[in-house]
T-cell receptor, first 113, second 116 residues
Framework: KAGVTQTPRYLIKTRGQQVTLSCSPI?????VSWYQQTPGQGLQFLFE???????NKGNFPGRFSGRQFSNSRSEMNVSTLELGDSALYLC????????????FGPGTRLTVT | AQSVAQPEDQVNVAEGNPLTVKCTYS??????LFWYVQYPNRGLQFLLK??????LVKGSYGFEAEFNKSQTSFHLKKPSALVSDSALYFC??????????????FGKGTKLSVIP
């Protein structure tokens, strides 16, 4: 069974632009969570989607948003990029909402210049 | 709110020696506890989890972890370290009962270096 895939793997954007990242969960998994990883703050939870609805949200500004499609694929959008948004963005999928077992993708490395 | 502490930023151990990576947690109610490993430019790989039952949990690649409720600890251990174990290790907690925010909370990570 294929693992979690994330596209693109690397991205360079300019401050003020917006960006969309994509995550395809493991087949049959219905929940997708997003995390931001930075050297300073470590791994921080962004949000969780299940059945096309955001079910759980971390402490990030409204510039960070997401959505989930009927096939469980998810996208994350960051608007008005700031230098501090440079990070590795990780997506994790699980079978159900609030499942203790999450499987992570390889991440998207976003660099904001 | 739940939290995880990994008190050591870096752990160095000689190849063949036992290794321990420390983790303590704070959560309302009973916890799910996890260890993940991250290699350079890669995502997180699941090592093991504690949900309930035996306090000694065995996981992938020969790793194990011991849940200690009174000390709120979940230290990662391996009897004999390999150079290929060198990576970044993360401990994480998820509240079992739904108390607190139901999100996976990670420690800051511990860089393990196994010296040949």
């Amino acid at each position: 069974k294929a693992g979690v895939t994330q596209t693109p793997r690397y991205l360079i954007k300019t401050r003020g632009q917006q960006v969309t990242l994509s995550c395809s969960p493991i087949s049959g998994h219905r929940s997708v969570s997003w995390y931001q990883q930075t050297p300073g703050q470590g791994l921080q939870f962004l949000f969780e989607y299940f059945s096309e609805t955001q079910r759980n949200k971390g402490n990030f500004p409204g510039r960070f948003s997401g959505r989930q499609f009927s096939n469980s694929r998810s996208e994350m959008n960051v608007s008005t990029l700031e230098l501090g948004d440079s990070a590795l963005y990780l997506c994790a999928s699980s079978l159900a909402l609030r499942s203790p077992e999450q499987y992570f993708g390889p991440g998207t490395r976003l660099t904001v210049t | 709110a739940q939290s995880v502490a990994q008190p050591e930023d870096q752990v160095n151990v000689a190849e063949g020696n036992p290794l321990t990576v420390k983790c303590t947690y704070s959560v309302s109610g009973n916890p799910y506890l996890f260890w993940y490993v991250q290699y350079p430019n890669r995502g997180l790989q699941f090592l093991l989890k504690y949900i309930t039952g035996d306090n000694l949990v065995k996981g992938s690649y020969g790793f194990e972890a011991e849940f200690n409720k009174s000390q709120t600890s979940f230290h990662l251990k391996k009897p004999s370290a390999l150079v290929s174990d060198s990576a970044l290790y993360f401990c994480a907690v998820l509240p079992y009962s739904g108390a607190g925010s139901y999100q996976l909370t990670f420690g800051k990570g511990t860089k393990l270096s196994v010296i040949p």
